[in-house]
């Protein structure tokens, strides 16, 4: 009897295990939101929860005075230079540089991203290597394309507005 609760605790361990999220990395990024006049106008704060092949943020706006003006979770499987969202609405590929997607988001949007390739990025005295760097383009409606900046673990370092009907805007991180 002793032997058979020994084995189903060492099989029931490591699911236990998994499912605690004992493998879990919690990161917390702070962003400035930048307007054409590359003054202030808002701030992010996104948790990141990397558990496994899945990345899980919680993402927090703030307005100027650093009053919370929304926020919302987005969860995101990752897996060989690919990102997409679980809700559709972003599908990142660097596979292969110069290289387009179209997708459909959750909304019904087109969107095609873009594979620009690695880039050097300078964000204020820290320059990062090696970052992926893509071309997000709205097909219909409006027709706003930004560029995407992120890591070797998909953490967004900057988003900046490239084209459409909108006011410039880049959002960096600062930490």
Request: with cysteine; aromatic share 12%; charged share 30%.
């Amino acid at each position: 009897m002793e032997n058979k609760l020994k084995y189903i605790v060492l099989i029931l361990m490591p699911i236990l295990l998994l499912g605690c999220g004992i493998n879990d990395v919690k990161t917390l990024s702070k962003y400035e939101i930048l307007n054409k006049d590359l003054g202030i106008s808002g701030y992010l704060e996104i948790e990141t929860r990397d558990s496994l092949n899945y990345i899980v943020n919680i993402i927090k706006r703030y307005n100027r005075d650093k009053v919370l003006k929304n926020n919302r979770k987005e969860t995101y499987l990752i897996n060989n230079n690919t990102l997409i969202s679980l809700d559709g609405s972003l599908q990142l590929y660097a596979n292969k540089k110069d290289k387009c997607y179209d997708y459909k988001s959750s909304t019904d949007n087109n969107f095609q991203s873009c594979f620009i390739g690695f880039v050097q990025l300078e964000i204020g005295d820290k320059t990062f290597y090696k970052v992926k760097k893509f071309l997000i383009s709205e097909k219909e409606v409006d027709g706003i394309s930004r560029y995407e900046y992120y890591d070797d673990n998909f953490n967004l370092l900057r988003s900046e507005y490239n084209d459409g009907p909108l006011n410039y805007f880049r959002i960096e991180k600062v930490d």
